[in-house]
């Protein structure tokens, strides 16, 4: 027999739905009913779409107003005592304020693995304890039931919860040792959602793909034993990772089926098969839900018939929740999408993945000639992908196998490179920058929008940008910063601008992907060789630099961050994809050396967040990553001067690759840690130049002097003075330009006085 059922469904609605309502629910203009009504709405919708697609059961409690980590700790009732809550306030509007603040800080926010959802981190004490305190899930269920369908509960699981949380108060203290409170609410958990009607519940554990501690480890077993009393029938879910040495425990937990991501992980699926107890159901995640290619029927029912033959019952899903793809491929049929008929062809969103799942059932149900138009047609638009001229790009391939072996070494090494760029640019000890973006302007986004509309012609449109240009130019002038960015005032998106300009990208119209509450983003996706058909900012950064002598600083963005804010081709290695935009880069930094641009910033913020889950994964990945990088930053001469900048400073474990990209300067965020983050690169004796950010641009406060002074200090009793750089944490887009010249002003300041003393 075979099973049919997802992981969880995107929640937010094929036309942004719950987006819309949330914000006009807290605009005050929808009210708390009618947002309900709403959510209602999209459950029943999504529960109808499984249905209509022959799933055996539909998935319950993936749904959550904000998110689901946060509905879960209400579940559980540990919502932080810090917010104060008297438990009299109404359970949504507590949600919204563990998710948003509002009086209090908010839960820390942090990606939900490697995924670019963000999820709300829960806080443990010593004395946190637990209950059922929320009828929430218990009434979506009864929702599901009413309507006719068949229940499957999707639940985290009680280790994964802990691990995913922070512990918080003054003592140190292990929130592992949390679990025996926990398991009991569980216990009842699982009790009522059997007692209600749950046919399965599936347990997400997808800590079981990471590299866990021992005592993590260890501690399965018994939990699993605890649990399995509950009386509900289990599923316990493991996705986005191998499985490696914790395989045999997976197989071993006592539940009553384990599900497995076989796109991540395909090499483990016949000794899954093998290990796991044939009374308990295999559930193969062999769609892909991280990514939104159509799947190749072939390839899937060559790796499902052997299982097929090894057990009697076999479950078929995608690799993990469908949140991570768009809704669906219909919102692409207008002439705004960028996804053509054919291109559409070859792409599955969430709800063509509902299809796909059913065709597989079927063709290992009745046999593949009862499919056998569908399969007919699958293969057709495979084949036509394969062979599309829109796909590879000969030039491309040509120009990558001819790359020297010193393509991704600068001429000189970094030493004589500083020296020539002092000599150049002869700029103050502790010179003066800032990341890239300016305010971006309610007029700004109007402009760019009305131009992408075609409101407003080519030639209005630069000269309202070429207006912003010069006004931040003489804005950084009268500020005195050191070296000037343009602004990036015509950037909407710094993945997104460049994706535009390059050949092999392509833009849904409505992919949007939920990045956290309402937020979602629409990743471009990467379906070809990519090659830049002309220069994309060079026209832009000349024109700024034609406003002042100061050096104007290039700005672009790096070949992984292209690479990991979008959906990436299958049919190649990610790295190759990677080296390919890198070629892209090198062309634009190329295009910028010769224009008489000599310093050029290429971001990479998403570096970090590229790492694998497992550590076994990230020597490859760093390789392949910072070669890139220097494929990319090291066509320039000894005197060009390239800037990278990360948004992160947790970088102890990877610094060695982080020299080991040989930018000339690196701008990090640092000011949050009170530079407590940049210890690691003085102890690593990090051998280039550094911009420790000394001011977080994520909240309009305006820091004063003293402040950064002290900051720049403690700078450099780990960095020598001669490497440091002044600079905020990041881009300065999302603030206005009163507190964004307030601050700067008060940093110009600070590197001044702090240039008197060196
Ligand atoms: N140059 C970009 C900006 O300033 C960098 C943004 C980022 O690091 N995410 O906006
Ligand atoms: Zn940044």
């Known amino acids: 027999m075979i099973h049919t059922h997802i992981l969880g469904f995107p929640r937010i609605g094929a036309q942004r739905e719950l987006k819309f309502a949330l914000e006009a629910h807290w605009r005050g203009e929808l009210d708390r009913p009618a947002l309900e009504a709403i959510g209602r709405d999209l459950r029943a919708r999504h529960w109808a779409l499984q249905r209509d697609a022959g799933l055996d059961c539909v998935s319950v409690g993936d749904f959550a107003f904000y998110d689901h980590v946060a509905g879960h700790i209400q579940l559980l009732g540990c919502e932080p005592p810090r917010f104060g809550f008297s438990g009299r306030e109404d359970e949504l509007e507590r949600h919204f304020t563990l998710a948003r603040g509002v009086g209090h800080p908010a839960l820390e926010m942090t990606k939900w693995f490697d995924t670019n959802y963000h999820y709300l981190v829960p806080e443990f004490l010593p004395e946190t304890r637990f209950r059922l305190a929320s009828g929430r899930l218990f009434a979506e269920v009864a929702e599901a039931r009413a309507l006719g369908h068949r229940v499957k509960v999707t639940l985290l699981g009680p280790l994964s919860f802990l691990w995913l949380g922070k512990e918080r108060g003054g003592q140190p203290f292990d929130r592992l040792a949390l679990l025996e409170h926990l398991l009991p609410v569980y216990g009842q958990i699982l009790q009522r959602l059997k007692a209600e009607g749950a046919e399965w519940v599936q347990v997400d554990e997808p800590i079981l793909g990471l590299d866990l501690p021992g005592p993590w480890r260890a501690a399965f077993e018994a939990a699993y034993i605890a649990l399995a009393s509950a009386g509900a029938r289990l599923m316990l879910a493991t996705y986005f990772s191998p499985l490696a040495d914790q395989l045999q425990l997976a197989c071993r937990l006592p539940v009553d089926g384990l599900h497995i991501d076989a796109v991540r992980a395909p090499d483990e699926v016949l000794r899954v098969a093998d290990w796991l107890p044939a009374h308990k159901q295999l559930s193969v995640g062999i769609i892909d839900g991280r990514n939104i290619w159509r799947c190749d029927p072939d390839r899937a029912l060559a790796t499902l018939k052997p299982l097929r033959e090894r057990r009697d019952t076999l479950w078929l899903a995608p690799s993990c929740s469908l949140l991570h793809v768009p809704v669906s491929l219909a919102g692409e049929a207008g002439a705004h999408s960028g996804i053509d008929s054919e291109l559409s062809h070859w792409l599955a969103f969430a709800t063509e993945k509902l299809d796909e799942l059913a065709l597989l059932k079927r063709a290992l149900t009745d046999g593949e000639d009862s499919v056998r138009n569908e399969l007919a047609i699958a293969r057709q638009h495979l084949a036509d992908r394969r062979a599309s001229p829109r796909v590879s790009n000969p030039a491309v391939a040509a120009r990558l196998r001819s790359l020297g072996p010193d393509a991704d070494r600068r001429a000189a090494p970094f030493p004589q490179r500083q020296a020539r760029q002092r000599a150049r640019f002869g700029l103050p000890p502790l010179p003066t920058t800032t990341i890239g973006s300016f305010p971006q302007t309610r007029e700004i986004r109007a402009t760019r929008a009305a131009h992408k509309r075609g409101e407003i012609g080519g030639g209005a449109y630069q000269a309202a940008m070429e207006a912003e240009i010069t006004l931040a130019v003489r804005k950084q002038e009268a500020l005195g910063l050191d070296v000037l960015v343009h602004g990036e005032a015509e950037r909407n998106d710094m993945v997104e601008y460049f994706g535009e300009r390059l050949d092999g990208y392509a833009f849904s119209a409505n992919g949007w992907v939920q990045s956290y509450g309402s937020r979602c983003v629409k990743p471009p996706i990467i379906f070809g060789d990519v090659s830049r058909p002309r220069p994309m900012t060079v026209a832009w950064t000349c024109f700024a630099q034609s406003l002042t002598p100061r050096p104007m600083k290039g700005m672009l963005t790096g070949p992984v961050t292209l690479l990991q804010w979008s959906f990436v081709r299958d049919d190649q290695p990610r790295a190759d994809t990677a080296l390919q935009i890198a070629l892209a880069i090198r062309d634009e930094v190329a295009d910028l050396e010769q224009a008489g641009i000599g310093i050029i910033q290429i971001d990479e913020p998403a570096i970090r967040e590229g790492l694998p889950l497992r550590r076994a994964g990230w020597r490859d990945y760093l390789a392949w990553a910072s070669r890139a990088f220097r494929i990319a930053a090291s066509a320039v001469g000894d005197d060009t001067q390239i800037h990278t900048h990360m948004c992160y400073s947790e970088f102890n474990d990877i610094l060695p690759e982080i020299a080991a990209m040989d930018a000339d300067v ?93």
């Open 666 to 758: 690196i701008t990090i965020e640092t000011s949050r840690s009170g530079m407590e983050l940049l210890g690691a690169f003085g102890e690593f004796r990090y051998p280039n130049e550094i911009g420790p950010g000394v001011y977080d641009i994520h909240s309009p406060r305006v820091p004063d002097t003293g402040e950064m002074v002290a900051l720049l200090h403690k700078a450099r009793r780990v960095i020598p003075a001669i490497n440091l750089w002044v600079n905020p944490d990041c881009g300065l887009k999302t603030r206005g330009w009163p507190e964004t010249e307030a601050a700067l002003r008060n940093m110009v300041a600070a590197a001044q006085e702090v240039r008197r003393q060196v």
